[in-house]
Structures are given as structure tokens and as C-alpha cells.
């Protein structure tokens, strides 16, 4: 990390030498963990520190190859950390090498406040409850004080407050009201927030609407199986169980933390800010092990909320970097989370005082059917000539909580040689409290999903971020569009006036890729030294994406200038070292100005990108405008995108899947009108006994 001072000539610590991991990427172990925390409590021995984040620094792509394709050394294992120093403000981050056991720099960042943990944030509820300034305003809502308990809270980081900046490190607690332990909240919000200091513990301020509301007084909106039995009696009935088994075992290898699948082989790494990360994706075409990319992860977030009244401005999670996806991961369960034959990794991280946590079953690895693959049959013989082959596809997928949502997110590895990720949204939505009383509407920033309940718009945003590597080094990007010609009717070029193409602009440099999404448009990743021969088109990876609405936060606003990533839907910036967050480094009450994040990496839009190392940023989501539907529980929205080969393969990679069923016209002239028996499938059945069984080859019978 070349902006953190280096301390020259450091001494190793006392700390013992560890075994080198099985790979450059593996996410360190809890042995490392405990290492990297030893070694930084040496070195800040006499003064207070909490830890904040302790993980891997990912060797650089050179080094990394270099190591993996040049017979190089073994890249460093470098520690990046974040800690904090009683009464000193802001944080100190910087770099530990765990070969050598030494700090390597340390930086000390006055200004800038860290990623809130999941130890952070447990113990607000207990410092607002004692606060007697809350314990004023809940008796002013109609809450009594013998009533704390029943006052829960949200803690979010503040986000950005111009009152206090990055001064102090604060959360703005969105509080409510459960009449019982096993209520859900969120029907019962509560019209103030108080505002906390995460290090002092204690309330500092309390912001109070003009507008007072009192509790509602409703009963909690619920959702447990007692809740629906005590609503209606009973729970729904009438389904039979389905189940996955792979009686011989799953189809994929893994050694430590590298997955061999159907052709694809990559690195499963993961980190307390990106969750998941696939790093090293080849495919292997036949003997040839092509390169696709060398990292792809979900970099960053935003849900900015939709209503402009104080403070409701301050809603807009960046929940990738304010929270972390890996710190707010779910430990997964068998046949609940992840059904059929499963393969777990843990995810381990350090807490405040330096000691390793683990998060068992973080990562779920299984494989599931994935309907048709391909398909063909012969009208001649009234389809008695056919070819179906059925897909399977690999899933490596985590489930983070971020309050009151749940993202599960799903990469799937296709056996056409895509790439797609699932987006499953779903928990619960916030919500503002509405006095139906007193005749308060929602209006158009919100919906009255409930009685006393207003849940607001807001949008959903993610930064993909691709480094590609397709078919080796030296990528280009491009937009492409469907586009009707050019050519008028009648001219010679379209005279009957139906031409359309693919309309393709290489993008030359970052100014030109900055691109919003339209009705139609593709993006590709492409080598522009490599040819297919069919095609004469360069191999490329294509990114299919059409859930992409734009940030509505205005030019100027705190969201705006917060999420610089997401002003386009696709942005392609230079591989550096130090590019992975677009909204920054210390996202947590960063005020959104200053050239951080995306807006430097953008700069003057003068980078020449073309045929280079790059990496593409892509914006994709949801803007949700909730109804009762979604509350209150919401069930799962999916949120989807591809990345597929073109002009990649000389044909359809798939064609060597083995088929359920295939008979050329020969052999079903042959078979005359036995009935079809799959090739790969015994378990299914007719649904009914009675139904007569038909022949492969006579489709139509007479009656
Ligand atoms: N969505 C904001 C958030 C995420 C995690 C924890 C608290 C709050
Ligand atoms: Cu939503």
C-alpha cells in the first residue's frame, strides 16, 4: 500500500513464524488472525487499541501471476488492519507482514471514521434505553419508563451529519417498540432518533420531529408460524416435500479453497467487506485452460431512501462499506438456507480485542438443476428426432443480513461457460411511523403498508466490479447497442428498411465508458488480440444486464456525492493496486466530497483504457416502492445479471453435456414407439398413476 508510510528497519515481533496457506488468496486463518492481532498489540504495546478489521491484502495481479504462471515466489502474506486508539481521534490503518512478523506501516487517518461491526452495533439498544433523555422522549410518545425494554433500535452508522462530520464516531439509533420479546419491530417504529457515540457509549443527541406521534397501538405485525396459526388457525397445507439428492456425490472437487467444476476452476476467497470473492476464474476448453477474469466481487452498495424530510435524508446505507458483507454474513444451515448436498467454508475475523470469530458455514457450495440447456426436435417425425440435455449449475452463495434486510446472493457458474449472479432480496422494510390519527398520509415518498406504518421508497444499488482477464492480458471494453439501421428505406444499403445491428463503440478512454443503461444495451469485455475463426469477432465476455434504473438522488446530494459509482451503469477505470472501494477506503461518515473512490479513480476521464489492464464497474438493482406485499416480511425479489461467452467458443461450449435423451432420425425409425427413458435421470415419475404412457416417436396419438 504505497500511500501508508513505511516504518524502515521495523523489528520482527516475538511472535513465532507461521506455515505458509495452500494459496496466495486464501482469507486468512484463525492462526494468522491471531498472529497479524499479536504482532499490532507488540507494536502498540502501553497504549489502548480495539481492532476493527484484520484481512488478507490480496497479492497484486502481478505478483499473483507471477507466482502462478512464471514459477515466482510466493506472494507476501500482508495483513491490512484497521485499529482504533483510545482518546485519539479517527483510526490508524496500515499493513503487517506475516513472514517476517512486523508491522510494516502504520497510518494514522485523523478524519476518517471505520466500518462498523456487528459488536458495534449489538451493544446501542443498551445505551439508549438508559439514556434519560430517550427515556423523556419514549414517555412522550406514550411509552412509560418501566417500559425500556420493549424499546429496540436499529443502529445505523449516521452515514454523514454536517454537525459532527467525522469528528466523533457516531450511529443514528431508528428506534421501536415491541410489545413482546418475539414481536417484530418494525410496525412500531418511533418518531426520534437519538444519535450515538459508538466509542464514548453514550446518547449525544436526540433529533425530534416537529410533528409528534405517539406509538401505535396496533398489535405488532407478525410473522412466526404462532403468529399465523393465532391469525388463521392454521399453517398452509398440502405440500409434499421436494428433495435434491446426489446419490453419488457432488460433481465438483475442492482443494482448500480452489474449486474444480465442469470445466471451470477458480479461487474462492472471502473478506469481511466483499463477502464472497471469485478470483482466478479459468475455463478449461478442451485442454486449453483460457483465462475469463481475474477477480470479481460485489464492491460496494447503496439503498438511499426516497424521502427528503429531516432526517429521513440520513437513510442510505452503504451497506458493503459502512457494515461489510462478510461482517454481517449468516451462519448457513443444511436444508434451510442451502438444500441438496453441501459444501461449507467458514469465514473468520477478528473481534475488538484481537481474538479470531468464526462464522461457521459462512460460504455454501452445491450444485442444483437448472432447467433446460438445450433442446431440438424434428417437426419430420413429429419429434420423435430429439436432443434434450438438462443443465447443472454450480452455486456459491452467502446470505448477509443488514438490519432489517437479508441479501442472498448467488454466483452461478453455467456449463455454457456464463457467469450469473442472483440477487434474492428479502427481511424486512424500514419503516417510519404515520399517524393515522391525526389524518397523516404517506404521500408519494412512501406507502401505508400497515396501520401506523410508512415504509418509503428507496433503491437498491450494487457495484459489481470485474477485473477481466478474458483469453489472457490486454482487455477493451465496449457498449453495445441494438440498433436499426442507418440507412434509410430504399436506399441501397436497407432497401426493404429491416436492417438492424449490433452497433458496437470501443471505448478508448474512461470518459467514454461512462454509460447509463438503455432498453437493448450489452456491454462487452473483450481481448482485442485474439480472433475467433468462425466469427472473426474477439473473444469476449458479455455483460447482460436490465436491472438498472438510475440513482434518483439529485446531483449535489449527500447520496450523490457518497456513491460516485453509481452516476452510471458502467464505468472502466485502470487496474491499480489500491482500486477495489468506489465509495472509499473508510466509507462510515465520509462526507462525499474530495477526490476519493470512483471520482479519483475517473479523474479527468483522460485514461486510456484500451487493450490494458482494466476494471469495469457496474451498477444494476431495484428501485422499490413498497406495498403491503412486502411487509411484513417481504418475499424474496430477485435481482439478476449474466456474463456470457461470445465469440469466445466455436461453438456451443455445452454440446459434450451428456443429454437425457438424444435419437438421431435413424435410431428413432429404429425404435419405432418405445417410450423415451431418460439417460441421466431415474427419479422422475408420473405425477398420477393413471396416466398412459406414450411413445418417443408417435406424438400424436388418434384418439
Ligand atoms: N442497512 C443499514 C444497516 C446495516 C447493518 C447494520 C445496521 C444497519
Ligand atoms: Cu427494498
Known amino acids: 500500500m504505497n500511500r501508508l508510510s513505511q516504518i524502515a528497519g521495523q523489528a520482527a515481533s516475538s511472535v513465532a513464524p507461521l506455515a505458509k496457506p495452500a494459496h496466495p488468496l486464501d482469507p486468512l486463518s484463525v492462526t494468522e488472525i491471531k498472529a497479524a492481532t499479536d504482532i499490532i498489540k507488540e507494536y502498540f504495546a502501553g497504549k489502548t487499541i480495539a481492532f476493527n478489521t484484520i484481512t488478507l491484502k490480496e497479492p497484486t495481479k502481478r505478483a499473483y501471476l507471477n507466482w502462478k504462471e512464471n514459477n515466482g515466489p510466493f506472494p507476501p502474506r500482508i495483513v491490512y488492519y484497521v485499529i482504533l486508539e483510545q482518546g485519539v481521534p479517527g483510526i490508524k490503518d496500515g499493513l503487517v507482514d506475516l513472514v517476517n512478523m512486523q508491522v510494516l506501516s502504520v497510518q494514522p487517518l485523523a478524519n476518517s471514521q471505520p466500518i462498523l461491526t456487528v459488536e458495534d452495533l449489538v451493544g446501542t439498544e443498551e445505551i439508549i434505553r438508559k439514556d434519560p433523555n430517550v427515556i423523556k422522549q419514549c414517555e412522550i410518545v406514550g411509552i412509560p419508563a418501566n417500559e425500556m425494554h420493549k424499546v429496540y433500535c436499529d443502529p445505523w452508522t449516521i452515514g454523514y451529519d454536517e454537525r459532527w462530520g467525522a469528528s466523533k464516531r457516531l450511529q443514528q439509533a431508528l428506534v421501536y417498540y415491541r410489545h413482546d420479546e ?98 482466478d476464474i479459468h475455463y478449461n476448453d478442451h485442454g486449453n485452460n483460457r483465462p475469463i477474469f481475474h477477480r470479481i466481487s460485489l464492491s460496494e452498495m447503496i439503498v438511499p431512501y426516497g424521502s427528503p424530510d429531516f432526517p429521513h435524508q440520513r437513510k442510505h446505507a452503504l451497506d458493503i462499506g459502512e457494515y461489510g458483507a462478510g461482517y454481517m454474513t449468516n451462519p448457513l444451515s443444511l436444508g434451510c438456507d442451502c438444500k441438496g448436498v453441501i459444501h461449507y467454508l467458514d469465514a473468520h475475523f477478528a473481534d475488538r480485542a484481537g481474538d479470531p470469530i468464526t462464522v461457521k458455514h459462512a460460504v455454501c457450495i452445491h450444485e442444483e438443476d437448472d432447467g433446460l440447456l438445450f433442446k431440438h426436435s424434428d417437426f419430420r417425425d413429429s419429434f420423435g428426432t430429439s436432443i434434450v440435455t438438462r443443465s447443472t449449475r454450480l452455486i456459491i452463495s452467502q446470505i448477509f443480513t443488514a438490519a432489517n434486510y437479508e441479501y442472498c446472493i448467488y454466483w452461478n457458474f453455467l456449463q455454457d461457460g456464463a457467469i450469473r449472479l442472483d440477487v434474492k432480496l428479502t427481511g424486512i422494510l424500514n419503516t417510519y411511523q404515520l399517524d393515522d390519527e391525526a389524518g397523516e398520509k404517506s404521500g408519494k415518498w412512501g406507502c401505508r403498508v400497515y396501520p401506523n406504518v410508512n415504509a418509503h421508497n428507496h433503491q437498491h444499488l450494487f457495484a459489481l466490479r470485474i477485473h477481466p482477464r478474458i483469453d489472457g492480458d490486454g482487455n477493451s471494453a465496449s457498449v453495445v447497442d441494438g440498433s436499426a439501421a442507418e440507412e434509410p428505406l430504399g436506399s441501397p444499403e436497407n432497401m426493404y428498411g429491416n436492417g438492424f445491428y449490433a452497433k458496437s463503440k470501443t471505448f478508448k478512454t474512461v470518459n467514454d465508458s461512462l454509460t447509463q443503461f438503455e432498453n437493448g444495451r450489452t456491454w462487452d469485455l473483450f481481448n482485442p488480440n485474439k480472433v475467433n475463426e468462425y466469427s472473426g469477432k474477439h473473444p469476449s465476455y458479455k455483460l447482460v444486464s436490465f436491472q438498472c434504473p438510475p440513482l434518483f438522488a439529485k446531483p449535489g446530494s449527500l447520496v450523490y456525492k457518497r456513491a460516485p459509482w453509481a452516476h452510471n451503469t458502467v464505468q472502466v477505470v485502470k487496474y491499480e493496486e489500491d482500486r477495489f472501494y468506489p465509495s472509499g477506503e473508510h466509507v462510515p461518515q465520509w462526507s462525499g466530497d474530495g477526490n476519493i473512490g470512483m471520482r479519483k479513480w475517473i479523474g479527468d476521464g483522460s485514461d486510456e483504457i484500451e487493450n490494458s489492464d482494466i476494471l469495469m464497474f457496474h451498477t444494476f438493482g431495484i428501485s422499490h416502492f413498497p406495498a403491503p406485499e412486502d411487509f411484513p416480511l417481504m418475499p424474496a425479489e430477485p435481482i439478476t445479471f449474466m456474463l456470457r461467452p461470445r465469440h469466445f467458443f466455436l461453438e456451443n461450449p455445452a454440446l459434450d453435456v451428456l443429454p437425457s435423451h438424444a435419437m438421431t432420425t435413424s435410431e428413432a425409425r429404429k425404435a419405432g414407439n418405445k417410450e423415451i427413458v431418460s439417460l441421466t435421470d431415474t427419479t422422475s415419475t408420473y405425477a398420477f398413476k393413471d396416466t398412459p404412457k406414450q411413445g418417443c416417436c408417435s406424438r400424436f396419438t388418434k384418439e
Open 182 to 279: 418475539d414481536d417484530s419491530q418494525y410496525s412500531h417504529p418511533l418518531d426520534f432518533c437519538p444519535i450515538v457515540d459508538t466509542e464514548e457509549r453514550k446518547v449525544i443527541y436526540i433529533d425530534i420531529p416537529n410533528r409528534r406521534r405517539k406509538v401505535s397501538k396496533h398489535p405488532n405485525a407478525n410473522f412466526y408460524p404462532k403468529d399465523m396459526i393465532a391469525k388463521y388457525g392454521k399453517m398452509r397445507e398440502g405440500l409434499t416435500p421436494i428433495n435434491v439428492t446426489q446419490p453419488e456425490g457432488v460433481s465438483f472437487k475442492m482443494d482448500g479453497n480452489l474449486m474444480q467444476w465442469n470445466n471451470f476452476n477458480f479461487h474462492i476467497g472471502f473478506n469481511y467487506r466483499e463477502g464472497i470473492v471469485l478470483s
